[in-house]
C-alpha cells in the first residue's frame, strides 16, 4: 500500500517543523518520524486523525527518561513551536496525562488533527501489522472499516469514553475472518521471524498461503458474518481474541499466561505484540454488557432482512469511502527530498527518515519528482 498524499503533505509539513525547531529542542542531529495508527494502517477513512512518533535519542536532562523525557521535550517543541509560529500547523494542547503524552497540533491546509509523541514505537508493529491484512484483499478493509463505523454510529466505540478503541474493533473483524470458514491465515504464525518495526509483509505473500480464503465471499456476506460470529458463536468470558494466534483459544491457556484478565469483563483481545496488555483494559464492565447488546441487536436487524445488507441499521457501512492510498507528485516541501529504494533486507513501510540538524540552512522548495519508494529522506 502506497502512502495517502495528504498523510504525506502533513509529514512533509511536520519535518519542516522539526527543521525549524530542532536546534532550540533537542541536541541530537537525527530524528525519526514514524506515522502510524488509522491514517496510515489501511483501515482509515477521510475523517481518521494523523498519529506522528517522533524518535529522538533521550539526553538533555540528566536521569531523566520514558514518559518524563517525552513531556519534558514535548513541552519544549510546543514552546519553540509556538514562538516560530508556523505557516503550517497550529498549536491545540499538550496532553501529559495520557498513557502516552501528545502534543495534538492541527495541520492547518488539510484542518486534520495531528497527535505527536515522543519514542512511542509501539504502535509501529502495529500498524505494519494490519497493513499487510489490508493490502491483502480490499474486502478485509472494507470490512474493517464498515465495523468501525458501525461502532461509532452506535456510539459503542472510544476509548476515552470507556469503550473499545477503534483498533480494538479493526483486531475484532480481522480475528473474525480468521477462524470463521473465510480462513484467514495469521501473519504473525506465517512469518514468525519478520521484523514488524522495520515494515509489513508482502501481501502477495499472504496470499499464497491463504489460497484465496476471500474468493466467494461479497463485502455484505463478511459484514453479516461478522456480526453473526460475535452474536451466536464467540465464547464471551471465555476466549480471547487473537490474531496473533488465529485460531480460537480459551483464555486459560498457557499461551496467554501474560495477558491481563479483569473480572466483570466478558470481552478479551490480546495486543498483537504487547503480549501482557489486554485492549479491553479501557472497557468498563457496563459497557461490554452494552456492546454485546449492540452487536446482537446488530445482528437480529440483518437477519430481519432475509440476508440483505442492513443498511436501516447504519447507511455508512454501504460502500464506505476508505482513505485514498496513492503517490503524489511532491511540491513545494522546505528542503530537498529524494525518493531512494530501501535496502534489499528490509521491508520499509512509509517510514519517513527526517535527517535534522541545526547547522542545515533551507533548501530548496521543489520536489525531485515522483515518490517511487516507501521510504522518503529529508535532507
Given at each position: 500500500?502506497?502512502?495517502?498524499?495528504?498523510?504525506?503533505?502533513?509529514?512533509?509539513?511536520?519535518?519542516?517543523?522539526?527543521?525549524?525547531?530542532?536546534?532550540?529542542?533537542?541536541?541530537?542531529?537525527?530524528?525519526?518520524?514514524?506515522?502510524?495508527?488509522?491514517?496510515?494502517?489501511?483501515?482509515?477513512?477521510?475523517?481518521?486523525?494523523?498519529?506522528?512518533?517522533?524518535?529522538?535519542e533521550e539526553g538533555g536532562w540528566p536521569g531523566v527518561g520514558g514518559k518524563k523525557f517525552a513531556i519534558l521535550w514535548l513541552e519544549q517543541m510546543s514552546r519553540v513551536a509556538r514562538k516560530k509560529k508556523?505557516?503550517?500547523?497550529?498549536?491545540?494542547?499538550?496532553?501529559?496525562?495520557?498513557?502516552?503524552?501528545?502534543?495534538?497540533?492541527?495541520h492547518i491546509s488539510t484542518a486534520k488533527d495531528v497527535d505527536v509523541s515522543v519514542n512511542n514505537l509501539d504502535p509501529v508493529c502495529n500498524t505494519h501489522l494490519l497493513r499487510t491484512y489490508a493490502g491483502y484483499d480490499w474486502r478485509v478493509r472494507q470490512l474493517g472499516v464498515r465495523v468501525k463505523m458501525w461502532a461509532k454510529k452506535a456510539g459503542v466505540c472510544g476509548a476515552s469514553s470507556d469503550w473499545l478503541s477503534s483498533y480494538a474493533i479493526v483486531l475484532m473483524a480481522i480475528y473474525f475472518l480468521q477462524v470463521s470458514s473465510v480462513a484467514l491465515p495469521s501473519a504473525q504464525q506465517l512469518f514468525p521471524e519478520h521484523?514488524?518495526?522495520?515494515?509489513?509483509?508482502?501481501?502477495?505473500?499472504?496470499?499464497?498461503?491463504?489460497?484465496?480464503?476471500?474468493?466467494?465471499?461479497?463485502?455484505?456476506?463478511?459484514?453479516?458474518g461478522f456480526f453473526s460470529f460475535y452474536a451466536l458463536e464467540f465464547s464471551w468470558g471465555q476466549e480471547v481474541v487473537s490474531i496473533r494466534l488465529g485460531r480460537r483459544t480459551a483464555r486459560e491457556d498457557t499461551v496467554f499466561s501474560n495477558l491481563t484478565f479483569r473480572s466483570g469483563v466478558d470481552l478479551d483481545l490480546e495486543d498483537p505484540f504487547l503480549l501482557h496488555r489486554n485492549?479491553?483494559?479501557?472497557?468498563?464492565?457496563?459497557?461490554?454488557?452494552c456492546f454485546r447488546t449492540a452487536i446482537c441487536e446488530a445482528h437480529g436487524?440483518?437477519?430481519?432482512?432475509?440476508?440483505?445488507?442492513?443498511?436501516?441499521?447504519?447507511?455508512?457501512?454501504?460502500?464506505v469511502d476508505i482513505l485514498d492510498l496513492t503517490y503524489f507528485e511532491p511540491q513545494h516541501h522546505v528542503g530537498r527530498i529524494v525518493a531512494v529504494s530501501p535496502p534489499a533486507n528490509r521491508v520499509d513501510a512509509w517510514t519517513i527518515s527526517a535527517r535534522l540538524s541545526a547547522q542545515v540552512e533551507r533548501g530548496n522548495t521543489e520536489g525531485t519528482g515522483r515518490f517511487n519508494s516507501k521510504t522518503v529522506i529529508v535532507n
Open positions: 500500500l502506497p502512502l495517502n498524499p495528504m498523510v504525506r503533505t502533513i509529514c512533509g509539513d511536520f519535518a519542516c517543523l522539526l527543521r525549524q525547531c530542532a536546534s532550540e529542542v533537542t541536541q541530537s542531529t537525527q530524528l525519526t518520524i514514524y506515522v502510524f495508527g488509522s491514517a496510515v494502517n489501511g483501515f482509515g477513512d477521510e475523517a481518521s486523525d494523523v498519529d506522528i512518533c517522533v524518535h529522538v508556523p505557516a503550517s500547523f497550529k498549536h491545540h494542547l499538550l496532553v501529559r496525562r495520557a498513557r502516552v503524552p501528545v502534543l495534538r497540533l492541527t521484523d514488524w518495526s522495520n515494515g509489513e509483509k508482502e501481501s502477495a505473500v499472504l496470499g499464497e498461503q491463504s489460497q484465496g480464503a476471500l474468493g466467494r465471499f461479497s463485502v455484505d456476506d463478511l459484514v453479516r485492549l479491553n483494559c479501557h472497557l468498563s464492565a457496563e459497557n461490554a454488557c436487524g440483518a437477519s430481519l432482512q432475509g440476508g440483505r445488507p442492513f443498511r436501516s441499521l447504519c447507511d455508512t457501512l454501504c460502500m
